[in-house]
């Protein structure tokens, strides 16, 4: 992952071209979960939450100094409209960071007109489907497809040499002798099983009794699926959320692409925001 670098103990990732051209990527804003918290009996005053979330974004641009701002979905979290929260903090948490280039890919909790109307003039937004970022360093090309997770990818994603994918908020629990239980955000590294994706995606397709998938996908569909890209899923910025424990026995996941299981989590790497490797999910796991 030489040209994709977690940044120690932030849930963001630097995609890097040359030292100054390079792209900051996040996810899972989820601005204005408060109110969630507030109808639960748990006040949380907005402007520290958000302003907290802002500073320590601000705080990574600053070290990082990129040319460009990637968002994989969820900016936002209440469903389906946009909260009179959300219409006051959205749009001041994207002002903060002034004239940065941003890239939106939307997400399950927002759609496009809703991020649109929210948001400022240096934004693009990309439809649930996600885009491809296509990388040349040392004179070698790469292929990465953003995504948020909840859709399946966009066709043209299936190739990608690296797939970066939000949604499922990972993280890694831990349990003491005392049966206390303490969850840690991680970044999951992954391969997909070629012929279970293209089952899979197949019979989202509605193609059955298909034969020789991978030639149905190319020829009717024009879709190429890659061998064995990595699959990194990144870690929820906003640390509200809690998630979902990739070593918990029996842990559902969420989106088309994980539930389907065409993705080989017991073999999937968890690495800790510190950057403490902790091995493969199945040798982790907490069984009960």
């Known amino acids: 992952m030489n040209i994709i670098r977690p940044i120690t103990n932030e849930p963001a990732l630097v995609i890097e071209q040359t030292p100054t051209k390079k792209m900051l990527v996040i996810a899972d804003l989820h601005l204005g979960i408060e109110l969630t918290f507030l109808e639960k009996g748990v006040q949380i005053p907005s402007s520290i939450q958000t302003n907290r979330l802002s500073d320590r974004l601000l705080r990574i641009l600053n070290r990082v100094k990129p040319s460009g701002l990637i968002i994989l979905g969820d900016v936002k979290h209440n469903i389906p409209a946009i909260s009179n929260l959300e219409w006051d903090i959205v749009p001041s948490f994207f002002e903060k960071i002034g004239n940065l280039p941003i ?18 003039r240096n934004i693009t937004i990309h439809a649930a489907e996600g885009c491809i970022l296509n990388i040349t360093k040392d004179n ?5 497809a953003l995504f948020h997770g909840h859709t399946w990818p966009g066709k043209e994603l299936f190739s990608a040499d690296i797939l970066i994918m939000a949604h499922n908020h990972p993280v890694i629990e831990f349990k003491d002798e005392f049966n206390v239980r303490t969850y840690e955000p991680a970044w999951i590294r992954a391969h997909w099983d070629k012929m279970k994706l293209a089952t899979a995606y197949l019979k989202y397709l509605k193609v059955k009794n298909a034969k020789n998938q991978l030639k149905i996908l190319q020829e009717k569909f024009q879709i190429v699926i890659a061998d064995n890209p990595e699959i990194i899923i990144i870690p929820a910025f906003n640390d509200l959320l809690g998630g979902i424990s990739f070593n918990k026995k029996d842990a559902t996941f969420i989106g088309p692409l994980l539930n389907s299981g065409c ?26």
Not at 140 to 144: G, N, Q
Not at 263 to 288: C, F, H, P, Q, Y
């Open 263 to 288: 993705v080989n989590l017991d073999d999937s790497e968890a690495i800790l925001m510190d950057g403490t490797i902790m091995g493969k999910i199945k040798e982790i796991r907490l069984n009960e």
């Open 103 to 120: 890239h939106i890919i939307t997400g399950n909790h927002e759609s496009m007109d809703q991020i649109e109307g929210l948001t400022t």
């Open 140 to 144: 070698k090309p790469t292929k990465i």
